[in-house]
């Protein structure tokens, strides 16, 4: 059974970090991209970033690039994103999510067409 297990999020204030993971089983994490996608209430879901199946490309969105990064432990199944200089329109719950990794995955990685799994989502809140 495939299975994304977020896990970090909380209640931060502006300026501060958190490292969310992404535990992962039931499938062959080295033949998949992970991404992460957020949804803030009221608002569209966003991709935030993704990492290709071995970690040796990333991609961000405009609005987290320099502030967040990605990345992977296979061996341990897990990925991480490390998010920093957080905003309060960072606030959101944070999904992860993974697609077996073709040679177009990366071009359409900010929409939901290659991700096969997701997972349940972790709140991650932003205020002072």
């Known amino acids: 059974q495939v299975q994304l297990v977020e896990s970090g999020g909380g209640l931060v204030q502006p300026g501060g970090s958190l490292r969310l993971s992404c535990a992962a089983s039931g499938f062959t994490l080295d033949r998949h991209a992970i991404g992460w996608f957020r949804q803030a209430p009221g608002k569209e879901r966003e991709a935030v970033s993704c990492?290709?199946?071995?970690?040796?490309?990333?991609k961000f969105a405009a609005s987290v690039k320099g502030r967040f990064t990605i990345s992977r432990d296979n061996a341990n199944n897990t990925v991480y994103l490390q998010m920093n200089s957080l905003k309060p329109e960072d606030t959101a719950v944070y999904y992860c999510?993974?697609?077996?990794?073709?040679?177009?995955?990366?071009?359409?990685?900010?929409?939901?067409?290659?991700?096969?799994?997701w997972g349940q989502g972790t709140q991650v809140t932003v205020s002072s």
């Open positions: 990492i290709s199946r071995r970690g040796g490309v990333t």
């Open positions: 999510v993974a697609g077996l990794y073709t040679s177009d995955l990366l071009a359409y990685w900010s929409t939901v067409r290659p991700w096969d799994y």
